[in-house]
């Protein structure tokens, strides 16, 4: 029996780049940190579908979004829209010289592959910039996790997300590297 929690359906997710700020009120965010460099200022949010990353840094602001398809995103300034389905890659270069570059994957595992795989990341969130676990969604499986980790450049952002989703034994794992 299912209880449920706020994660959607790992067949629901979109991935989302922008050339400006998304509104808050957008996304129900759950845990965020701050990264405050010279160059530029970095905030990671934990969502409901995943995570926000909204680097601002000369005078423009980028944001990458995972959702949910049924959240209504803002068209002005979407650089990108996805589904989340298999690997992709992608590129964009921002009219302020920053140079974006994105992989993002759903990897469906087998149940006991899932679990192991749960477990390590649940010892990585002590490392992590910012991390949180969802609520049990069924006694059977551990609640959704996700985490953020980021490496900080003086010319560069690396940030690594993962979001797990028990019920279907799926891990969404993401890579985004901006460049100035």
Do not use: W
Not at 18 to 45: C, K, M
Not at 68 to 90: A, C, F, I, V, W
Not at 137 to 149: D, E, F
């Amino acid at each position: 029996m299912s209880v449920g929690y706020a994660r959607p359906k790992v067949t629901e997710l979109v991935f989302h780049l922008y050339g400006r700020s998304v509104h808050p009120e957008l996304l129900d965010v759950y845990a965020h940190t701050l990264i405050d460099q010279d160059e530029f200022q970095a905030v990671l949010s934990i969502c409901e579908a995943g995570h926000s990353v909204s680097l601002s840094c000369r005078g423009e602001t980028a944001t990458e979004v995972t959702t949910s398809k049924n959240t209504d995103m803002p068209k002005r300034k979407r650089y990108l829209e996805q589904r989340l389905r298999g690997h992709r890659d992608e590129s964009y270069r921002f009219e302020n010289g920053v140079q974006y570059h994105a992989s993002f994957q759903l990897e469906r595992l087998d149940a006991d592959v899932f679990r192991s795989f749960h477990e390590e990341l649940l010892i990585d969130c002590e490392r992590a910039d910012v991390s949180y676990q969802f609520p049990v969604g069924s006694r059977l499986n551990p609640g959704p996790l996700s985490l953020i980790r980021s490496d900080a450049g003086p010319r560069s952002l690396l940030v690594h997300a993962f979001h797990t989703f028990p019920d279907e034994c799926a891990v969404v794992k993401t890579q985004s590297l901006f460049e100035f």
